[in-house]
């Protein structure tokens, strides 16, 4: 049996619904995939604006819809990296965390820091995928362990085990470089 979303009299309340029930793991696909979030969330507009443009889109089973919302989201993730490609831009966060000013700092300590964050970012991405898509879903996007398990499609003590032998490996290493 073919099941439908709900759907109460008036577009808005359908395009409401079919917000609300995807809204959430389409954007932190794109947060992962786009450089910023705020191009995640502009993509994920046009994800939607692209279902609802779609004549009789409502009267689609929920099955296609999903499917559809994700095979859009795949799409317009892989224009925006594209377009990155041809002209690169970096991240106003990005460029603002490196310039980062504390007053009550001395320059050596803010160039002590900034070297500490770029170490980091390069242990981290000598990390094997798995693990470096769970410290961003944990530390960049916020994320529990019960969401990132419905995202990784693994137990949610699997996905503790995991983020807890990452960080593990992250401190080893690092407590191997500070000694060597």
Known sequence: ?????HMPAGNDAFAAELYQR?????FVYLRMHTPTREDAEDVLIDVFL?????????????EKQRAYLWRVAQNKANDVYRRLKRRPVSPVE????????DENQEPEQQFMR?????????????????????????????????????????REG??????SRTLNTLRSIYEKHSEG
Do not use: C, W
């Open 1 to 5: 049996m073919q099941q439908h979303l």
């Open 22 to 26: 995807y809204a959430q793991e389409i």
């Open 50 to 62: 692209a279902a609802l443009e779609q004549k009789n889109f409502q009267k689609v089973p929920i």
């Open 94 to 101: 990005q460029v603002a965390d490196s310039l980062h000013f």
């Open 114 to 154: 900034t070297e500490s964050y770029a170490l980091l970012r390069s242990h981290i991405q000598r990390l094997p995928e798995l693990q470096r898509k769970l410290l961003h879903l944990r530390f960049v996007n916020g994320l529990r362990s019960k969401e990132i398990a419905q995202i990784l499609n693994k």
């Open 158 to 163: 699997t996905v503790r085990m995991l983020l």
